[in-house]
């Protein structure tokens, strides 16, 4: 099985632009979480979702979106971008029968 | 909210000693996951543990699940410069619908 493949690997862009990020989970699964990782903070939950529905949902600002397609793939959304955005973002994908979750590569992003 | 701790935050050994980290909550969890980090890579899911008292064992690495469910272990024998890198617990409460909670991670570097 193909693992959670997540496009585009790296990302600049600048301040008060938005980006959008993708998110392959693996095949079969149907629960994709985001998480925010920064020097220093760890894994910051953002949102998972779940049969095209957002199932939980961590704290951060609206500026943080997210969406799932019928086939599971999901993207995020950061509107408005700020420095402090700068992160590697990853998602990760689970199955129903199980609770282990399964990370792509991330996505990072820099902004200037 | 919920939070994990790790300790030790980093560990600096000699190749060929034994590493042991520990992950500590104030909650009760149902499934304790252990994860290594590579620079610039996402997660990669090493042991999952189930049920309290649980000692599983992936090659060198040996993790416990904790008989109060507050805590787990994670010991790895005879370390090697691979083993290099950022060890994440995660804790997930009751069913697969709870988020999964990180820990800070724990920083082991090898020096050959």
């Known amino acids: 099985k193909a693992g959670v493949t997540q496009t585009p690997r790296y990302l600049i862009k600048t301040r008060g632009q938005q980006v959008t990020l993708s998110c392959s989970p693996i095949s079969g699964h149907r629960s994709v979480s985001w998480y925010q990782q920064t020097p220093g903070q760890g894994l910051q939950f953002l949102f998972e979702?779940?049969?095209?529905?957002?199932?939980n949902k961590g704290n951060f600002p609206g500026r943080f979106s997210g969406r799932q397609f019928s086939n599971s793939r999901s993207e995020m959304n950061v509107s408005t971008l700020e420095l402090g955005d700068s992160a590697l973002y990853l998602c990760?994908?689970?199955?129903?029968?199980?609770?282990?979750?399964?990370f792509g590569p991330g996505t990072r992003l820099t902004v200037l | 909210g919920q939070q994990l701790n790790q300790s030790p935050q980093s560990m600096f050994i000699q190749e060929g000693e034994d590493v042991s980290m520990n992950c500590t909550s104030s909650?009760?969890?149902?499934?304790w996951l252990w994860y290594k980090q590579d620079p610039g890579e996402g997660p990669v899911l090493l042991i999952a543990?189930?049920?309290?008292?649980e000692l599983t064992s992936n090659g060198r690495l040996t993790a416990q699940f904790g008989i109060t469910r507050k805590d787990s272990f994670l010991n790895i024998s005879a370390s090697i410069p691979s083993d290099v890198g950022i060890y994440f617990c995660?804790?997930?409460?009751?069913?697969?619908?709870?988020?999964?909670?990180f820990g800070p991670g724990t920083s082991l570097s090898v020096i050959p």
């Open positions: 909650s009760i969890f149902n499934t």
């Open positions: 543990l189930y049920k309290a008292g």
């Open positions: 990760a994908s689970s199955s129903l029968a199980s609770n282990e979750q399964f």
């Open positions: 995660a804790g997930q409460f009751k069913t697969s619908y709870d988020k999964v909670i």
């Open positions: 979702y779940f049969s095209e529905t957002q199932r």
